[in-house]
């Protein structure tokens, strides 16, 4: 059984820092691209970054360049999104997910066609 689970939200202040954790179980991690997702009240669910687990390349939305760092420890299928200097345009549900590899290059190009999602965790960030 494919599973994803997020963890690591809570309440922070702006300017403040957060480690999220999403472990991964049944498929295997270096097949996939593992993405955090983010989905705020009344909005759109966004992709925010992404890692490749064969090779750890990255992707990052613009909104978060600079202030959230991706990065996986493969020998614990766990794959983290370090974020600093949070805004409370930050506060949102973040999700994982994963999608399979079919193409060579950046990982999560388009965001879309996840194969598994996990429950999320919320990020609240106080003004």
């Known amino acids: 059984e494919v599973q994803l689970q997020a963890s690591g939200g809570g309440l922070v202040q702006a300017g403040g820092s957060l480690r999220l954790s999403c472990a991964a179980s049944?498929?295997?991690?270096?097949?996939?691209?593992i993405a955090w997702f983010r989905q705020a009240p009344g909005k759109e669910r966004e992709g925010v970054a992404c890692?490749?687990?064969?090779?750890?390349?990255?992707t990052y939305a613009d909104s978060v360049t600079g202030r959230f760092t991706i990065s996986s420890d493969n020998a614990k299928n766990t794959v983290y999104l370090q974020m600093n200097s949070l805004k409370f345009d930050d506060t949102a549900v973040y999700y994982c997910?994963?999608?399979?590899?079919?193409?060579?290059?950046?990982?999560?190009?388009?965001?879309?066609?996840?194969?598994?999602w996990g429950e999320g965790t919320q990020v609240t960030v106080s003004s």
């Open positions: 997910a994963a999608i399979v590899v079919v193409t060579t290059g950046p990982p999560c190009p388009t965001w879309y066609g996840m194969d598994y």
């Open positions: 049944g498929f295997t991690f270096d097949d996939y691209n």
């Open positions: 890692i490749s687990g064969s090779d750890g390349s990255t």
